[in-house]
């Protein structure tokens, strides 16, 4: 257990479905964020909060929608995904003034039929 | 803009040798410099950082890494590799903050495979 908490842990979703997967930190950080990790590519940073709002959108298609209601909880809505989004979905946070780096959750495996 | 390079995709060991995994960085300011460990369906887990103290950082599981700003490097090293050893590993660079959330970029990873 790492500190930050990463639900479901394995999602399997149509493409016409709608999902969210839910991040949930309690180390007293202010910033979170999202990325996907497809195989063999770099980890894609997708979004970055601080202190509830969002500083970073990486060109992220529409059908992916953070939404950050405190500086604990993080979402990622879902909806009409395609086969290609079928990744590990992970979040972090950090203490954003600090250098003690991220903490990860254990990821979201996600696969889109 | 900060960017890492990993030297290798793969690498393997056998059980008991050195370990040696590269990083290469490039950024405009002073950095910061991370490694992290990725065990197969796992999230990552801070293996070591450089914060601008002592060039020699050393981590847990017995890794360390040497800062040379010279050759913009970030080796990881461990004396003598064990099974359990065997993970990804990333190599991340931090821009030094301004008061927003600190952003990693992350280099492409080295699949550590260690061989009996």
Known sequence: ETGVTQTPRHLVMGMTNKKSLKCEQHLGHNAMYWYKQSAKKPLELMFVYNFKEQTENNSVPSRFSPECPNSSHLFLHLHTLQPEDSALYLCAS???????????????????? | AQSVTQLGSHVSVSEGALVLLRCNYSSSVPPYLFWYVQYPNQGLQLLLKYTSAATLVKGINGFEAEFKKSETSFHLTKPSAHMSDAAEYFCAVSDTGRGSARQLTFGSGTQLTVLP
């Open chain 1, 94 to 113: 950090s203490q954003g003034q600090g250098v003690v780096g991220y903490t990860f959750g254990s990821g979201t495996r996600l696969t889109v039929v």
